[in-house]
């Protein structure tokens, strides 16, 4: 059976993109309709040093770019971890 490798730097940018773009939406529709993802912004506030989770233009800006850097870091460990995983059952099968 042939098994596929993930690309770490690709699933690093696609992560990224996706946990930045999901911070960046919830603090945009924050900033129209005060107390919308009020919980998520809060938890996000409560992990990332430096951001608030106030209804500004700043604190989305923080916030999405926390979300991007986490993203990454958080899809490039994701993918390292199953190419390693996959290299230990390929000598094990």
Not at 11 to 31: Q, R
Not at 33 to 62: C, E, K, Q, T, W
Request: proline share 3%.
């Amino acid at each position: 059976m042939e098994t596929q490798k993930l690309s770490v730097k690709a699933f690093a940018k696609a992560s990224a993109i996706v946990w930045g773009g999901a911070v960046l939406m919830v603090g945009v529709i924050n900033l129209f309709r005060p107390g919308y993802g009020a919980m998520f912004l809060n938890m996000i506030s409560s992990v990332y040093p430096g951001y608030h989770a106030d209804p500004s233009i700043g604190s989305v800006i923080v916030g999405t770019l926390y979300g991007l850097v986490d993203g990454a870091v958080g899809g490039a460990l994701f993918a390292w971890i199953y190419n390693a995983c996959l290299r230990c059952c390929q000598k094990q099968g």
